[in-house]
């Protein structure tokens, strides 16, 4: 075999085993540029890794892209299939699962997917750093769950204005007014309910 044939066959090999969820064409197409330029094989191997992980990562940009838009068109089944063959388990993927299953009446579900991400490590305080929208999502997925108290300090804690939390302050204001003196009495001295679903006005979560 040539050295020409041995590059190749080199390049075709790391093609395949970095690029599962990369198509056969695209596969192609990263292998006729890999081999025209004069690296070595140790050279070779990384820039094909980023290569592959370049596109995917556009990919990835892109099928978040239309799973949210498939939400916002509340064609949330369609959307969960596209989630179970992505890849990425990065925040804003799980967030858009949460948001599938709190439409598909699981809020529980929704509930133990963003409770990780906003109260990391098991953490009694929220992560500083997750967006409010995230927050917001999990407030109302455990508003459904039943989870009221722990709905409640995500959304006072929260002090920026915006449409998901103005709702969600409403719906909690109704709730206590439609509660007995008994219970607002408690509700008063600081003992939050966590087992009293409460229903929201769809559409569910912000994707």
Known sequence: MSIGNTKASFTRTACFNFSHSVSYHLRYLIRQKADKLPLTKAHKLP?????????????EKNSLENIRKLIDENNVEKAMEMLSYAADKS?????????CLMRLNLPE???KILTPIVYPGSCVAVDPQVPDKIKLNLATAMLL??????AMIL???????????DK???????????????????LF???LPYDKAVSVE????EP
């Open 47 to 59: 820039l094909i890794k980023i290569m592959i992980r370049s596109y995917q990562m556009k990919n």
């Open 91 to 99: 925040m804003w993927f799980q967030n858009a699962r949460a948001v």
């Open 109 to 111: 579900k929704a509930v």
């Open 145 to 150: 769950a039943g989870n009221i108290g722990g």
């Open 155 to 165: 959304v006072e804690e929260n002090s920026h204005d915006c449409p998901l939390r």
């Open 168 to 186: 969600l302050k409403l719906i909690i204001k109704k709730w206590r007014q439609s509660q007995s003196l008994w219970t607002r009495l408690t």
């Open 189 to 191: 001295f600081g003992a």
């Open 202 to 205: 769809g559409p569910l979560g």
